[in-house]
């Protein structure tokens, strides 16, 4: 009787999301219906005498693959909304037929038969020492080899995946030696930017050095801070400039170079 | 109760994602409709490991989990590429197939 | 000395293969090699000789196996060679005229930049044809068959920068090529209804089979000997054959290659002796060939033709012998060595007027050299001599004999073969007697620009031995009947038939016809001018200089029938067959263009494709299933 419940609240359920998949536009509205999807069928699994199923479902298909999928989503763009509008001729039609037929066919089929509950052998007696036991016990036993090479297969989709998506680097290393050497080629200062200042009551970011004569140096002072006026007070110090915000470019984020 | 219904519910949601494969053009979801079907797969073999009590149902599901996380992985990565280099995950888009 | 016989075969096959691998290098020994390894055929055939003299008269049959060559079953052939009188006479013949040609050519080639290539060329000659004679079967007779048309092609077409000696090459080869039909038919009837094609067990079995089957077996063998020996109807290539180097001529074209045929009726004896009829038809075309090649030589202006004709004609004897049947082997091995000496000889000596004259090979251009070349002029005269069948000169010894053989039998045969026979030898007379005194006597007709002269001692040398050979071996092989009695082992002992004339009186009728021929010459070419040109002339003599019209008739009976086939092949291939093929491309190419509309590159149609074949295929199942 439980297992009538649970299915008749779950089944209902898992169909309406699975329709997601056909009639969301968003894409990630969809990967979250296909999570019910799997979380249901998680709950199904352990309704079923597979519990170790149940939990790897929800552990790699819900924690692992979806999230997968959301970040490949955000990768390529949530915003990419798709028109649900058919660009194929007759490509709807077809499809609708065809995977109805199909679902008409083996449930039409399927339908008729009856299995009787008093011959559904159940896994009682199998998972007596515990089902992920009674699993292991088959996997590693007869299935080892299965394994073997399933462990092979995970190694090289890794390695694949790796493969696909390696981008090659297109510029030269920017290493310590390199930058000094553009620097001293720049005609710049070639040791480090002065430090912000260190008074002797006072020793932050936003003070400036002085150099020997006194004067407040304007390189000790981050350009950010000075951007956006927080800078201490001090007298001689040029008003800041208005400073645009900097353009992102890799190579000029050090502000060494010009 | 009677198993069949897992079978029923199992050939909706097959038939759901096929249809997803069929009519999304975007890549990622007729993925996630592959995705669905090998699912809808996986509790058939549950529903029948139960039904005759073989333990070795189970463990085929869980193969059928596996192959389906590599082929995830490699999938997506495809996906990357070809966002990568088109700007785009149409599945209409790359139709260099053409005859 | 007989168990070393296969050194026969080898040395001259190691000498030819040396030189043709050296290439360059051998320019400057190459000859000498060649030379070196013809002398040494020389020894171990003399060797072999003397010690096949010391045994007993029946066991003068040297075999020996050397390799099992095609063990195939059924048809299991050993290559192994056999020496005996008749493949003796062979190899003393081949290889001292061989090697006195071999020495010849080192002065005739001097000046030639290819030398070494012509005598590895040569030893590939002597090589093959004594593979030929040696062989123990009618297969390993087959490959040196072969190797002998193949060093005639090579050798015809040695100066095949001129393209109708090219042309005249590949004529050869390709006459030679319906000869060597017959012989592979042969041998497969030997192998259907004999069960070998070894000699031994062919000859053993040949009694035992049907006169048709001999028949038909003789036929082929007569159509191999046909295309080898330049026969009557396959004579038209040796003619053009000529144009082959002078000592190629002396060697293959006069002496032995063309012999061989010859050979081969005699070595296969108890095959055409349960074949009568086609033993008729080796001397029908043996007379047939003796007349038609002395009426050619008669109207032949190219010296070389000329001799080219007489070696026909005197072939013609030959096989007139071989097809008189037991009778007539002897004589026509007999004939044969002796013209191998005569005939060699005057080959050499045309070669050496040519030498001496700057390649000038027409008679109305020679006239009264025997002042100017007397080494030639004797050593031609006594090879002259010795074809005419003047006495005591080794043609008489033989030719005669062949005469006198034709007129044994009864019925209507005796009358026909002895008298072309002796007719023969009346014509024979007149074109070489008319040779020789177109050459020799006269007035000198030659152009100023030319100067006669004698030919160095290599090149008179070998003449002289020649014609030594030429005025001695057949007395000396004649004397109480030991050339009979020295192939007897081979041919059998035959009863000696009495001729249907008197001997003696054949012997004067012919000599009387000799006589004539020399005075017809005599008066012709000697007490009147010789014009520089061809003068007009009767229907025969025009045909005569046309080869009795023997390339016309080739051409309308095979060359243009085969044109015609030929063209429509061509046409039949490129409209039905390449038709066909490209209307099937084509179609194809049709129905890929209709079938690549459904190629959308749609990734989703093909995966709509798949899900309604996937219904489809389910629908079966179910259906099926109730």
Same mark, same amino acid.
């Given at each position: 009787m439980r297992e009538e419940v649970m299915f008749w609240t779950l089944g209902p359920v898992m169909v309406l999301a699975s329709l997601t998949l056909l009639f969301a536009r968003k894409a990630v509205h969809v990967a979250m219906g296909v999570v019910v999807v799997m979380i249901g069928l998680a709950v199904i699994y352990v309704a079923q005498d597979a519990p170790f199923l149940g939990v790897v479902q929800i552990v790699?298909?819900?924690?692992?693959v979806m999230m997968l999928f959301l970040f490949v989503l955000m990768l390529v763009g949530v915003d990419q909304r798709e028109s649900?509008? !058919?660009? *194929?001729?007759g490509q709807r039609v077809i499809s609708i037929l065809a995977a109805g037929g199909l679902a008409a066919l083996l449930i039409g089929f399927l339908g008729k038969v009856v299995i009787d509950p008093a011959h559904v052998g159940g896994l009682t007696q199998a998972n007596a020492a515990g089902n992920p036991q009674a699993i292991a016990g088959v996997m590693f036993g007869s299935f080892v080899l299965v394994m073997e090479a399933l462990g092979v297969l995970l190694t090289i989709a890794a390695v694949g995946a790796i493969v696909l998506t390696f981008v090659p680097r297109m510029s030269p290393t920017l290493n310590q030696r390199t930058r000094s050497d553009a620097r001293i080629q720049g005609g710049l200062? /070639?040791?480090?930017? /002065?430090m912000p200042g260190v008074y002797a009551r006072h020793n932050a970011l936003d003070t400036p050095a002085l150099d020997p004569l006194g004067n407040p140096l304007e390189? $000790? *002072? $981050?350009r950010v801070l000075r951007a956006r006026k927080q !800078?201490?007070?001090? /007298?001689?110090?040029p008003q800041a400039p208005e400073i !645009? /915000?900097?353009?992102?470019?890799g190579n000029e984020r050090e502000g060494g170079t010009p | 109760m009677n198993p069949m219904n897992y079978v029923i519910l199992a050939t909706v949601l097959f038939s759901v994602g096929a249809t997803a494969v069929l009519l999304r053009r975007n890549a990622i979801i007729a993925f996630m409709g592959i995705e669905l079907m090998l699912n809808a797969s996986n509790l058939l073999l549950v529903t029948f490991a139960r039904v005759n009590g073989a333990i070795a149902g189970q463990v085929d599901a869980f193969a059928v989990l596996v192959v389906a996380a590599a082929e995830v992985v490699v999938g997506l990565a495809i996906i990357i590429a070809l966002s990568r280099s088109r700007q785009n995950i149409s599945l209409d888009e790359p139709s260099e197939m053409k005859g | 000395m007989l168990h070393l016989s296969w050194l026969i075969i080898a040395v001259p096959l190691a000498s030819a293969a040396v030189i043709l691998l050296a290439g360059r290098a051998a320019r400057k020994w190459g000859h000498w090699l060649a030379v070196a390894a013809s002398a040494t055929t020389v020894i171990v055939g003399i060797g072999a000789f003397v010690q096949m003299l010391g045994l007993d008269r029946g066991d003068r049959a040297f075999h020996e196996t050397l390799f099992r060559w095609i063990p195939g079953g059924e048809l299991s052939v050993d290559a192994g060679i056999l020496v005996d009188p008749l493949s003796m006479s062979f190899v003393l013949l081949v290889s001292v005229v061989g090697t006195l040609i071999h020495v010849y050519s080192v002065a005739y080639m001097?000046?030639?930049?290819r030398r070494s290539t012509f005598f590895a060329y040569l030893n590939l000659f002597i090589a093959a044809m004594f593979l030929l004679v040696l062989a123990d079967s009618y297969l390993l007779l087959f490959v040196g068959w072969e190797g002998v048309g193949l060093a005639s092609y090579l050798l015809i077409g040695?100066?095949? +920068?001129k393209s109708e000696f090219a042309t005249a090459a590949n004529k050869a080869f390709i006459v030679n090529r319906i000869g060597d039909m017959g012989l592979i038919l042969a041998m497969a009837l030997m192998f259907a209804h =004999?069960?070998?094609?070894?000699f031994a067990h062919a000859f053993a079995a040949a009694p035992g089979a049907s006169t048709g089957v001999l028949t038909a077996i003789g036929l082929a063998l007569l159509l191999a000997a046909c295309g080898k020996s330049a026969q009557?109807? =396959? +004579? %038209?290539w040796l003619g053009d054959a000529m144009a082959g180097p002078t000592p190629v001529s002396a060697l293959?074209?006069?002496?032995t290659m063309v012999t061989a045929g010859v050979y081969l009726v005699v070595r296969s004896g108890p095959i055409f002796a349960g074949a009568p009829n086609a033993l008729l038809a080796v001397a029908a075309v043996g007379a047939i060939t003796l007349v038609m090649g002395a009426i050619i030589g008669m109207a032949k202006d190219d010296i070389k033709k000329a001799l080219a004709a007489s070696t026909m004609s005197q072939i013609g004897y030959m096989m007139l012998a071989a097809g008189l049947g037991p009778v007539g082997y002897a004589f026509a091995i007999f004939h044969l060595l002796t013209h191998g000496f005569f005939k060699a000889g005057m080959f050499l000596g045309a070669g050496s007027v040519m030498h001496g004259m700057d390649d +000038?090979?027409?008679?109305?251009?020679?006239?009264?050299l025997a002042t100017l070349m007397k080494f030639t002029w004797v050593t031609f005269g006594l090879g002259w001599l010795a074809i005419l069948g003047?006495?005591?000169? %080794?043609g008489f010894w033989s030719k005669d004999k062949i005469i006198e053989a034709a007129f044994i039998?009864?019925?209507w045969k005796p009358w026909v073969f002895g008298l072309t026979a002796m007719l023969g030898a009346g014509l024979t007379a007149y074109y070489m007697s008319r040779l020789f005194f177109m050459t020799f006597y006269g007035g000198k007709r030659w152009t100023d620009d030319q100067h006669p002269h004698e030919s160095p001692l290599m090149m008179t040398v070998p003449m002289m031995i020649l014609a030594a050979g030429s005025a001695v071996l057949g007395l000396v092989l004649a004397r109480g009947n030991a050339f009979t009695a020295w192939l007897e082992p081979v041919t059998g002992t035959v009863a000696h038939g009495e001729p249907v004339l008197a001997v003696p009186l054949i012997m004067t009728l012919t000599l009387i016809l000799v006589a004539l021929g020399v005075a017809a010459a005599y008066f012709q070419y000697v007490s009147r001018p010789v014009p520089i040109t061809e003068p007009r002339a009767s229907v025969l003599t025009l045909a005569a200089r046309r080869d009795l019209f023997q390339d016309t008739v080739n051409g309308a009976l095979v060359q243009w029938p085969g044109e015609v086939l030929t063209r429509i092949a061509v046409y039949a291939d490129a409209a039905a067959i390449d038709g066909a093929v490209n209307k099937t491309a084509s179609g194809t190419a049709g129905l890929g263009e209709v079938v690549r509309? =459904?190629?959308?590159?749609?990734v989703r149609s093909y995966a709509a494709t798949m899900l309604v074949g996937v219904v489809i295929l389910l629908a079966i199942v179910v259906k099926g299933g109730r």
């Open positions: 790699v298909y819900t924690g692992a649900l509008r !058919e660009t *194929i001729r200062d /070639p040791v480090n930017k /002065p390189a $000790s *002072i $981050s !800078e201490l007070e001090v /007298p001689g110090l !645009e /915000p900097p353009a992102f470019d | - | 001097e000046h030639d930049p040695f100066w095949n +920068q =004999l069960g070998s094609v070894d009557f109807p =396959l +004579q %038209s293959i074209h006069a002496a +000038q090979v027409n008679m109305r251009r020679f006239g009264g003047v006495p005591p000169f %080794s039998g009864d019925g509309k =459904l190629q959308t590159g749609k």
